[in-house]
């Protein structure tokens, strides 16, 4: 849905690019191959966020295996379809079709098992998948599930012609599809036809980064190229981000208030202790995730 606004935002002075990250090359699930873009070693310098991964491929040898089932517990995952089409199932219960411009948002909480798995036997595939951090209170609420479809999700349009879609927080006075108090998350997907710029105010306190997957950017004079990753810095003096699109470009712009708990980690379960840790292990091997209120 696209709302009308006429609410701007202009950042007095940009964050800076504190540095530019490309990637690392690997492969998750039954063998997909992915760009993991956030690493485990930026988790507290990006913290509420854990990880994003990147996938894109037309070769189905690159994706149609997919993720068979595999248990979370500790976090939350946004998975964002820019082509294909992508069937979810999890031990909560929960099924749904994820396709070309969707969001599927998923609170593991104490536990769920779950697939992801291609529903198409060619074609491009693209997307990402983000894990957001739950605060100690949260690890080991019940799990909780939604599919947004493209249709569903807030969209506005710049008056220089910028599209952005608005998946959790607020941009420009539209408020996206999800919110959270604790960690405070903003995604936004940016299409910025050549020569537009694009301004969000930022709070000072936040940890942010912006991934380009199209074209180019700048943000304070640097360049960020396509399949790069800008980490921006935490400046006092700085009130946002301000990018300008030399060429036609797309954009995630993604930012958190950080949580400043510990983080332990063990593949797919992230809780605060490693006793924690050991619980989850326990309780995966025993058939008991997601089963028990905590």
Known sequence: MTTPTTDSETVK??????????????????????TRVLTQDLQRRLDPFLMLDAFGSDDPDDYIAGFPDHPHRGFETVTYMIAGRMRHRDSAGHEGLLEGGGVQWMTAG????????????????????????????????????RDFKAADLPRFVTG?????????????????????????????????????????????????????????????GQTVPAQRMALLANEAQADGVAML?????????????????????????????QQELHQAVRDMREGRLGEFAP
């Open 245 to 273: 699109a030399g060429a036609n470009a797309r954009v995630l712009l993604i930012a958190g208030q950080p949580l400043k708990e510990p983080i332990a980690q063990h593949g797919p379960f992230v809780m605060n202790t």
């Open 110 to 145: 104490r536990g769920v098992i779950h697939s992801e798995i291609p529903q198409q036997a060619d074609g491009v595939m693209e997307g990402f998948q983000l894990w957001l951090n739950l605060p100690a209170r949260d690890k080991m609420m019940a799990p909780w599930y």
């Open 160 to 220: 220089q012609g910028v599209a952005v879609t608005v998946i959790a927080g607020s941009s420009h006075g539209v408020t996206g599809a999800v919110t959270r108090d604790a960690t405070a998350p903003l995604y936004l997907d940016l299409h910025l036809p050549a020569g537009t710029s694009f301004d969000q105010i930022l709070p000072v306190g936040h940890n942010a980064f912006v991934y380009v997957y199209r074209g180019q950017i700048s943000i304070a």
């Open 13 to 34: 002075q940009s964050r800076a690019v504190e540095r530019l990250i490309a990637g690392q090359t690997t492969s998750d699930g039954a063998g997909v191959k992915l």
